[in-house]
């Protein structure tokens, strides 16, 4: 299993020398990729769950890139209706070539209202807008002379480069436990990618994207990946509650190594980590004792 960290781009963490820092550091610890989240505006009513303050996703890893050489660069996820499809891929196209082809691109289509009616998406459209967004995205990575015709993008008779370092474009992590997600990862996610999903959850969704990819011919279902909320227990702690709903990972090392190794017998490829941390220095200090005394035995 390969274990990625959150870096808090938003919430109570969000500056940006504990964002650099976290980075740095979790590439000197050998966790594999570090990822953020995404949100234009705050709405108010969501304050206590965001935070005030929240990075640009795209803008932060490009940062990121430039002060790490190894981690892959991820988005946990990238609301794709939100930003014009044609920039959003010039944006990640830039960023994989030169971040020497490390971006992963989680992707979601929104579950803000108040949030997307700030960006002018209608919300009832933007799985529509998500799916044509990414057809779109995919075409200006892949083709020498890129044409599109949809409802909500339309070009042709241009040029776009740079093209994505990794071919044919970087790997698509499908976000959400949703029907509609379900059938967005099943239909083009190289991964799916759900946030504090319990082990019989993750099994149920992975047989129905199974089921999806049989019925229309897909021979290899996508990775399983997780991102969840975690907290490395001293004797006496007790477990904190999610800001996203869901199972947290909490307790001493040893625990932890019994929870995730049930997620890796679901068959999770990939465990993205947000630790669950009152200031930088506790930050730190859990991804240190992860990577010196829960990853190692995990085998």
Same mark, same amino acid.
């Given at each position: 299993?390969?274990f ?6 938003c919430?109570?963490l969000?500056t ?11 590439e000197?610890?050998?966790y594999d990729?570090?990822w ?5 505006v705050?709405?108010h009513?969501?304050?206590v ?7 640009d996703p ?11 050489r190894?981690?892959?660069l991820g ?8 930003r014009?499809?044609?920039v959003?891929a ?6 994989d070539a ?21 960006l002018g998406?209608?919300f ?7 799916d044509e967004?990414?057809?779109?995205m995919?075409?200006?990575w ?7 015709a949809?409802?909500?993008t339309?070009f042709?008779?241009l ?9 044919p474009h970087?790997?698509?992590? =499908?976000?959400?436990?949703?029907? *509609? /997600? @379900? ?6 996610? +190289? !991964?799916?990618h759900p946030?504090?999903?319990?082990p019989?959850e ?13 019925a ?6 996508p990775?399983?990946?997780?991102r969840?909320?975690?907290?490395v ?6 477990a ?7 199972? =947290?990972?909490?307790?001493?090392? *040893? /625990? @932890?190594?019994e929870?995730i190794g049930?997620? +890796? !017998?679901?068959?999770v490829e990939?465990l993205?980590?947000e630790?669950?941390?009152?200031d ?9 004792v ?8 995990l085998?």
């Amino acid at each position: 299993m390969n274990f990625g960290v959150w870096l808090p781009n938003c919430r109570h963490l969000a500056t940006p020398d504990i964002i650099r820092g976290a980075a740095v550091r979790a590439e000197q610890l050998g966790y594999d990729s570090v990822w953020v989240s995404d949100h234009v505006v705050v709405p108010h009513a969501n304050i206590v769950n965001f935070g005030e303050t929240v990075f640009d996703p795209l803008v932060t890893l490009a940062v990121v890139a430039g002060a790490t050489r190894r981690v892959r660069l991820g988005t946990t996820v990238l609301i794709v209706p939100y930003r014009n499809a044609v920039v959003t891929a010039k944006m990640i196209a830039s960023l994989d070539a030169l971040s020497g082809g490390r971006v992963v691109l989680g992707i979601g289509a929104g579950w803000v209202a108040a949030e997307s009616a700030a960006l002018g998406v209608p919300f009832a459209e933007r799985g529509a807008m998500t799916d044509e967004y990414l057809a779109a995205m995919q075409e200006l990575w892949t083709s020498r002379a890129p044409s599109f015709a949809g409802k909500y993008t339309r070009f042709g008779g241009l040029v776009f480069e740079p093209k994505p370092l990794q071919k044919p474009h970087p790997p698509i992590w =499908v976000g959400g436990h949703s029907r *509609a /997600a @379900l059938r967005r990862a099943a239909r083009l996610g +190289a !991964a799916w990618h759900p946030i504090n999903r319990p082990p019989a959850e993750l099994q149920a969704g992975q047989a129905e994207i199974a089921r999806l990819c049989q019925a229309s011919g897909r021979a290899t279902p996508p990775a399983l990946t997780l991102r969840n909320d975690l907290r490395v227990l001293r004797p006496g702690q007790s477990a904190p509650a999610s800001t996203h709903g869901g199972r =947290v990972l909490a307790g001493e090392p *040893a /625990a @932890l190594v019994e929870q995730i190794g049930e997620l +890796a !017998a679901c068959g999770v490829e990939h465990l993205v980590l947000e630790f669950l941390a009152a200031d930088g220095r506790e930050l730190d200090a859990q991804m240190a004792v992860f990577a010196e005394r829960v990853r190692p035995a995990l085998g």
